[in-house]
């Protein structure tokens, strides 16, 4: 038995309004990605760990996604990156934290997991491990699409408006594109992440993203911090997705994994992390799968771009229901 479960971000409030013309694209490479891992991770030539890394490397490449190429764009004009992964054989975990120049930064995170230590490194640093690792590097030009530089324009232009909020600061870059002009509107990009159950009865996860657009200089969320954004242990992995503050101020991987634990409960510990979450202004989702091949996808938002491979069987959806 072999379970791969992915994440494509999740935002939005409101009732599902159907998909938009971008998300044929991203419902095409979510397949791509179930297809291509799932059957490599099924047949045991890949363990869960390089399941969930190749998983995670097939979002980052696609530029509708806000990881890798296509991340949104933060206040000063340039694309930050975070992303974690973690082992639950041994809890084995790393994490790079604002990198500027890596393609993949999950597959940096993933070095330094090899590594054993640190668990996290940040920035520069964090660029030039993965460099000298062999990650391929990218410039800020290569990263940047048209999409993230007319949202970030506008977003810059409303924040030069009399009578801006505060509110409007700390948005999600989901729920930013739904108030973008018409050249650039698209509803429901984000964060992307991979859970993943191998053969063996291993367990992974990994996160990865460009964050918030307009986010301030230096901002980390909740993807890089285990046991925030990742969590895997022996029983169950864990990769959210949503406003990063409130899943660091709850733990929420970790205390989802808590919750399963005593409770056994995977369903109801994971609607408990949301719950925990909304009253702090974090509207969002998350992906889990156990040891023994249970799996969860929910969120508390309009839409969440997601899918699951098990036992040959794809699925895929954005909204409520599954794509037929």
């Known amino acids: 038995m072999a379970i791969l479960v992915i994440h494509g971000g999740a935002g939005g409030d409101g009732p599902w309004l159907g998909k938009t ?4 694209g991203r419902i095409d490479c979510m397949k791509q990605v179930l297809k291509v ?34 991340s949104v764009i933060g206040e000063d004009g340039s694309i930050t990156m975070d992303a974690s992964i973690m ?12 990198v500027t120049k890596l393609r993949h930064p999950i597959r940096a995170a993933n070095f330094i997991l090899q590594r ?19 990650v391929e590097q990218v410039s800020q030009d290569w990263l940047k699409t048209e999409l993230r530089q007319g949202q970030w324009n506008q977003w810059k232009q409303s924040k030069l408006n009399p009578g801006t909020t505060d509110e409007d600061d700390s948005v999600l870059d989901h729920d930013l594109e739904g108030r973008v002009s018409t050249e650039f509107s698209d509803e ?15 367990l992974a996860a990994a996160t990865s993203t460009g964050g918030m657009t307009g986010k301030p200089v ?9 046991g925030a954004g990742t969590w895997s242990d022996d029983t169950i992995a864990v990769s959210c997705t949503g406003v990063g503050e ?25 609607d408990k992390v949301l719950d925990d979450v909304a009253p702090l202004g974090g509207r969002g989702g998350l992906i889990a799968v156990t040891s023994h091949g249970q799996l969860t996808m929910p969120f508390q ?24």
């Open 21 to 24: 013309p971008l998300d044929p």
């Open 116 to 134: 054993g230590w640190p668990v996290m490194l940040n920035s520069s640093a964090a660029d030039d491990f993965g460099i000298l690792s062999g």
């Open 246 to 270: 409130a899943y660091i101020r709850t733990c929420a991987a970790h205390s989802l994994a808590t919750s399963y634990h005593s409770s056994g409960k995977l369903t109801e510990s994971a």
């Open 218 to 226: 230096g901002r980390v969320g909740d993807t890089p911090i285990i």
């Open 87 to 98: 082992r639950g054989l041994d809890k084995a975990a790393g994490s790079v934290i604002n």
């Open 37 to 70: 891992v799932g059957r490599r991770l099924e047949s045991g030539e890949i363990d869960c760990l390089e399941a969930v890394t190749l998983a995670v490397e097939m979002l980052e490449d696609e530029p509708l996604f806000n990881a890798g190429q296509g």
């Open 188 to 202: 429901g990009m984000g964060t992307v992440g991979a859970v993943a159950l191998d053969s063996n009865g291993n």
């Open 301 to 324: 938002t309009r839409l969440m771009y997601r899918g699951y491979w098990d036992n040959y069987n794809i699925k895929v959806g954005i909204g409520p229901e599954f794509e037929p």
